[in-house]
């Protein structure tokens, strides 16, 4: 398994501890928010385990990537003008949120990184003189 596999692993396991431990008090803001942050903890505990599980293949990262990106916009949005129907008015952002956001910047960096296809090492043709190319 490789570092920036690691990388996005540990990125998964830390917001889904955070997502679900803060689970209870975004219920108390309403059920919609509140249900939101165990359907998060809930898909990146599952991304956590089946990229623990899996040691080939981009569908994996590209999810994670998906997940953190939707996550760092929801996050956005919730701190500028709202979430209509999970959390409508704009919540103040704290320091245990940006630590999160940080954490799932760099597993999105991280993961997209995994996607990237490494181009195979190539030489210059050499051509024998005289030889139209």
């Not at 919609?32 to 903890?41: D, K, L, N, T």
């Not at 599952?46 to 760092?72: E, Y």
């Not at 940080?102 to 990237?116: I, M």
């Not at 181009?119 to 051509?127: F, H, R, T």
């Amino acid at each position: 398994m490789s570092l920036r596999r690691d990388v996005v692993i540990l990125a998964c396991a830390v917001s889904a501890g955070i997502h679900g431990a803060l689970a209870p008090a975004h219920f108390d803001e309403g059920a919609g928010a509140g249900i939101a942050f165990i359907v998060s903890a809930a898909v990146l505990a599952g991304l956590t385990f089946w990229l623990t599980q899996r040691s080939a293949g981009l569908l994996l990262p590209a999810v994670a990537a998906l997940v953190f990106a939707g996550l760092l916009a929801s996050y956005a949005l919730a701190t500028t003008i709202g979430v209509p129907v999970l959390h409508p008015e704009p919540e103040p952002v704290d320091g245990l949120a940006l630590a999160t956001k940080a954490f799932e910047l760099v597993g999105l960096v991280t993961a997209l990184s995994l996607l990237r296809r490494r181009p195979a090492i190539s030489l210059p043709l050499i051509q024998p003189k005289g030889t139209l190319t």
